[in-house]
């Protein structure tokens, strides 16, 4: 296929310089999804988190990266990066506060900038997360806490650009163990779960 979509006078879609492969135009409708991506973590394990600070909304300080992540090639200019997450996660510590943050990143994992969709204003000595809660199962090592939480980007790039999300947790204890997909007891039982977690993308455009 060759040549563009027009729609009213405004070019939609068009063959990228001839190439033949399509690639969405300037004319594209704004608040329209045109992108989806989703990383489905299937796999079980422990993290073992000894920085607890975590106080920092622009850094990675005292956050452990879950292995939950996302890597996107945009569509569009400067579009809204709409995230959406579900994390089941444990401790060793059974009465103790779980975070999670999602962060843009590097392809290696360094930190680029926290996502717009956050709350920066708050006290400097606060822990600034996306979700949190108190993991509380009476001593019980059978238990899950499940989070959800959506969160926005709006980004200033280019179409053709690759961004990366990655999904961090933190603890209030340090040198605890937590898990992921997996309650503190793993053992192979019809009573002990064994789940999934997801991060999801979709590109909105501005």
């Not at 933190?170 to 053992?187: E, F, K, L, M, V």
């Not at 002990?192 to 997801?198: A, D, G, L, Q």
Request: aromatic content about 8%; hydrophobic content about 30%.
């Amino acid at each position: 296929m060759s040549g563009t979509l027009k729609v009213g006078g405004s070019e939609l879609i068009n063959d990228n310089g001839g190439s033949g492969s399509l690639q969405w135009g300037s004319g594209v409708p704004a608040d329209t999804v045109v992108g989806y991506k989703q990383h489905v973590l299937t796999t079980r394990h422990d993290i073992a988190n000894s920085n607890n600070s975590g106080s920092q909304y622009d850094t990675l300080a005292g956050w452990t990266w879950t292995k939950l992540e996302v890597s996107y090639t945009l569509k569009t200019d400067s579009p809204i990066i709409h995230l959406s997450c579900h994390l089941c996660m444990a401790t060793t510590n059974h009465g103790e506060r779980l975070s999670l943050k999602v962060h843009r990143v590097d392809s290696s994992g360094n930190s680029v900038a926290p996502v717009s969709g956050f709350v920066t204003s708050q006290e400097s000595g606060r822990r600034h997360a996306h979700a949190s809660d108190l993991y509380f199962s009476a001593g019980s090592d059978e238990h899950l806490l499940n989070f959800a939480f959506t969160t926005q980007d709006d980004l200033s790039l280019s179409a053709g650009t690759t961004v990366y999300y990655r999904v961090y947790s933190n603890q209030n204890a340090g040198s605890i163990t937590h898990y992921i997909n997996r309650p503190d007891n793993d053992s192979n039982q019809w009573y002990i779960p064994s789940t999934v977690s997801s991060l999801t993308l979709m590109e909105v455009a501005e």
